[in-house]
C-alpha cells in the first residue's frame, strides 16, 4: 500500500506543468548545464557555458563602484509589483548576463547599465528597472562553477570561498559589496526620482544570501530562491515587519541550510545562528521534505562513514530541488508576504494530499 502512494504521489508531482506569463519570452537560452555538489559548501551548483559582460558595461574592469546612499526605513510591499516569477526570470539572467535581460537596465547619468562585477570576490550584482511597475531590481549572481571555470578560474574559486564562508556562518566580502552596490543603486535611483520604495532585491542561491543580507541592512522587499541561512550577527535588528519573501523548495537542501523552515538539516548546520532574514515560503512537493529528512538522519552523532556516504547521496539525488526550472512551477501567481494558504497549494493541475492534510490537521 506504501508503494502504491508513493507512485500515485511521484504522479501527482509529474503533472506539473511549466507556467509562462503571456507575452514575455523565456530569458534562458538553450545551454549546456552541469550539476556538481560541494561538501564543503553544501551548495548546488547551476553550471552554464562561458561568460562575457553585457553589452555597453565597461571594459576591463573588474570592480565598478559609485558612492555611498543613506538607507532608510523599510515599507510595505509595493501595490504594483513584480510576480514570483518575473523575480525568478531575473535571478536566473544572472547567470547568462551576456544576454538580454528581462528588463532594461537602470542606466547612470552617462547613460550607461549599473551593475558592479568583481573578480576577486566572486560578485555580480546588476541594477535592472521594470518601467511598468516602475520598480528597480537589484539581482546578485549565484555560484556558477563550471559556467565560468574555464574562462574565469579566478571568480569561481572566490565563490567558492564565499559558500565555504557561509557554510560556517561567516560574513564574506561579496556580502558587503552587494550592500555598497545596492547603496549606489539607491542613490543613482533617487537622481531619477526613483523612490527607494520601489527598489527590491532578488537572487538564487549565494545571490540568495547576498540578496538576504542586503535587505535586513537597508529594510528592502523583494523575493529570492533557493538560498542559504546567514549568521543572525549579520541582521540588523528588528526593523518592522518582513518584506523580504525567501521561497524553498522542500526538497532544496541548499535552501534548507537554516536553523529556520523545519531545521531539517540539523545535523549537518554548523550553528543553530544560521537563519533566514524575511518571510520563508516554502512550496513544491512534500516527497522533499522526505527526502531530506532521510538525508539528515545519516547524519545524526554517532554515524557511521557509511551511513554518512549514503547521506550524502541522498542529498545528491535531491539536486533537482534546488534548480530554479523545478521552483517555477511551484511558485503562486503573487507576491505576498501572507501565510501559505490553500490557494498556494491546491493548484488547477496538481493536489498535494499531504500538503492539504498539513493545512487542515
Request: proline content about 6%.
Amino acid at each position: 500500500m506504501k508503494g502504491d502512494l508513493i507512485g500515485r504521489l511521484h504522479h501527482l508531482r509529474h503533472l506539473h506543468r511549466r507556467e509562462h506569463v503571456d507575452g514575455q519570452q523565456d530569458p534562458q537560452p538553450e545551454a549546456s548545464v552541469t550539476l556538481k555538489f560541494e561538501p564543503s559548501a553544501f551548495n548546488f551548483i547551476l553550471a552554464h557555458d562561458g561568460r562575457t559582460k553585457p553589452e555597453g558595461n565597461p571594459q576591463d574592469v573588474d570592480s565598478v563602484k559609485l558612492t555611498n546612499a543613506a538607507a532608510d526605513q523599510p515599507t510595505a510591499i509595493p501595490e504594483t509589483t513584480l510576480s514570483p516569477q518575473q523575480f525568478l526570470d531575473v535571478s536566473q539572467w544572472t547567470y547568462h548576463h551576456s544576454h538580454k535581460p528581462p528588463f532594461g537596465f537602470l542606466n547612470d547619468e552617462h547613460g550607461q547599465p549599473i551593475y558592479e562585477f568583481d573578480r576577486g570576490a566572486g560578485f555580480y550584482g546588476a541594477a535592472l528597472h521594470d518601467t511598468k511597475t516602475g520598480q528597480v531590481i537589484v539581482a546578485f549572481e549565484g555560484t556558477d562553477l563550471f559556467g565560468d571555470l574555464k574562462n574565469d578560474p579566478v571568480f569561481v574559486g572566490a565563490q567558492i570561498a564565499t559558500d565555504a564562508q557561509l557554510y560556517f556562518g561567516l560574513i564574506p566580502e561579496a556580502f558587503q559589496l552587494a550592500l555598497d552596490f545596492t547603496n549606489n543603486v539607491i542613490a543613482e535611483a533617487a537622481a531619477q526620482n526613483i523612490s527607494k520604495d520601489h527598489v527590491v532585491v532578488t537572487g538564487h542561491s549565494l545571490g540568495a544570501a547576498e540578496a538576504e543580507y542586503v535587505a535586513s541592512q537597508l529594510g528592502l522587499g523583494g523575493a529570492t530562491f533557493g538560498g542559504p541561512g546567514i549568521a543572525s550577527t549579520a541582521v540588523q535588528s528588528n526593523r518592522g515587519d518582513p518584506v523580504l519573501v525567501n521561497y524553498l523548495e522542500r526538497g532544496d537542501p541548499v535552501g534548507h541550510y537554516s536553523s529556520d523552515a523545519g531545521n531539517k538539516l540539523s545535523n549537518l548546520l554548523f550553528s543553530p545562528d544560521i537563519e533566514h532574514y524575511g518571510e520563508v515560503h516554502e512550496v513544491g512537493s512534500f516527497l522533499g521534505t522526505a527526502l531530506l529528512g532521510a538525508a539528515n538522519s545519516k547524519f545524526a552523532p554517532g554515524s557511521t562513514a557509511a551511513d554518512k556516504l549514503e547521506g550524502l547521496g541522498l542529498l545528491i539525488g535531491a539536486v533537482h530541488y534546488h534548480l530554479p526550472d523545478t521552483y517555477r512551477p511551484d511558485l503562486p501567481s503573487h507576491l505576498s508576504t501572507a501565510p501559505q494558504d490553500l490557494a498556494s497549494i491546491v493548484k488547477t493541475d496538481t493536489i498535494n494530499p499531504f500538503a492539504l492534510y498539513d493545512l487542515v490537521a
